[in-house]
């Protein structure tokens, strides 16, 4: 089993910058891929960003790329989310995962190819 807990959201202005964390525990956390999504009021959960156990490959959505860069620390069992540039668009419910199945430099950014969700930590960025 594996608890994730994500910290470090809040409100913040155009164009400012947050980092979010995700700390783990419980399966052994170095060999998990892990992912980040998000979910506005009102729209589906959708794929942010992900990383390899080895942090040696990562994969971005298209409307973060650029602003957002996704690391890991496994010997502090945490995944992190350093978001800069921030939108007004990028306000929603984040959420870490960890990828079910991990294989060679598969990263998926579907939602039910994760499991073991945290509670989430709202982001807010106003205009």
């Known amino acids: 089993q594996v608890q994730l807990v994500e910290s470090g959201g809040g409100l913040v202005q155009t164009g400012g910058s947050l980092r979010l964390s995700c700390a783990a525990s419980?399966?052994?956390?170095?060999?998990?891929?892990m992912g980040w999504f998000r979910q506005a009021p009102g729209k589906e959960r959708e794929f942010v960003a992900a990383?390899?156990?080895?942090?040696?490959?990562?994969s971005y959505a298209d409307s973060v790329k650029g602003r957002f860069t996704i690391s890991r620390d496994n010997a502090k069992n945490t995944v992190f989310l350093q978001m800069n540039s921030l939108k007004p668009d990028d306000t929603a419910v984040y959420y870490c995962?960890?990828?079910?199945?991990?294989?060679?430099?598969?990263?998926?950014?579907?939602?039910?190819?994760?499991?073991?969700w945290g509670q989430g930590t709202q982001v807010t960025v106003s205009s």
């Open positions: 995962g960890a990828q079910k199945v991990n294989r060679g430099y598969y990263l998926s950014s579907k939602s039910y190819e994760y499991g073991y």
């Open positions: 419980g399966r052994t956390f170095s060999a998990g891929y």
């Open positions: 990383i390899t156990s080895s942090g040696g490959t990562k």
